[in-house]
T-cell receptor, first 110, second 116 residues
Framework: SQQGEEDPQALSIQEGENATMNCSYK?????LQWYRQNSGRGLVHLIL?????REKHSGRLRVTLDTSKKSSSLLITASRAADTASYFC??????????FGAGTTVTVRA | ETGVTQSPTHLIKTRGQQVTLRCSSQ?????VSWYQQALGQGPQFIFQYYREEENGRGNFPPRFSGLQFPNYSSELNVNALELDDSALYLCASSLDYPWTGAETQYFGPGTRLLVL
């Protein structure tokens, strides 16, 4: 079973637009992480937000975390064709593993 | 580039066979985790090794086993392959025994296994 669930499952946007995806999870966490995966290959770490943080920025990425609602969002601003990928949230509950959601597939149209 | 490599990139096996997948972690990374990613799904945790000992295990049967070596390489072995074992297998390394709540895992490109 998967801890996190991303919403929407798929997203198609025009280049230059913003993309927002959400993640909900079930148990208490130490941190939540977002990863990108291109064409079914390895995962690339994007950003980590700790449970005591509410918002974090990294370049064109903005992540929010609401532990009371057990949810997080990832915003990609000014999207580019190279942002086309699947995006996964992963929760770290303080044990030895990351628990991933099923991902959001983002397509950026030129 | 994460500095984590996996071999082979693709593999085809038949049901009942055994397979060994390999991972080479970043130098100095004492922790390696293995994940299984079925098509259209997120990765599922298989197990983790820290300094050559299994440190935790997900909901996978004993026919999934692993080894970690002092040279930062590791193996995932799967016996008695089943059709449902067809997936992308990912290894990920991190700097030390983490689980301080703020460790980044560095993923390899994966091995795609097809069981016929």
């Amino acid at each position: 079973s998967q801890q996190g669930e991303e919403d929407p499952q798929a997203l198609s946007i025009q280049e230059g637009e913003n993309a927002t995806m959400n993640c909900s999870y079930k148990t208490s966490i130490n941190n939540l992480q977002w990863y990108r995966q291109n064409s079914g290959r390895g995962l690339v770490h994007l950003i980590l937000i700790r449970s005591n943080e509410r918002e974090k920025h990294s370049g064109r990425l903005r992540v929010t975390l609401d532990t009371s609602k057990k949810s997080s969002s990832l915003l990609i601003t000014a999207s580019r064709a190279a942002d086309t990928a699947s995006y996964f949230c992963a929760t770290d509950a303080g044990d030895y593993k990351l628990s991933f959601g099923a991902g959001t597939t983002v397509t950026v149209r030129a | 580039e994460t500095g984590v490599t996996q071999s082979p990139t693709h593999l085809i096996k038949t049901r009942g066979q055994q397979v060994t997948l390999r991972c080479s972690s970043q130098s100095g990374h004492n922790t390696v985790s293995w994940y299984q990613q079925a098509l259209g799904q997120g990765p599922q945790f298989i197990f983790q090794y820290y300094r050559e000992e299994e440190n935790g295990r997900g909901n996978f049967p004993p026919r999934f086993s692993g080894l970690q070596f002092p040279n930062y390489s590791s193996e995932l072995n799967v016996n008695a392959l089943e059709l449902d074992d067809s997936a992308l297998y990912l290894c990920a390394s991190s700097l030390d025994y983490p689980w301080t709540g703020a460790e980044t895992q560095y993923f390899g490109p994966g091995t795609r296994l097809l069981v016929l």
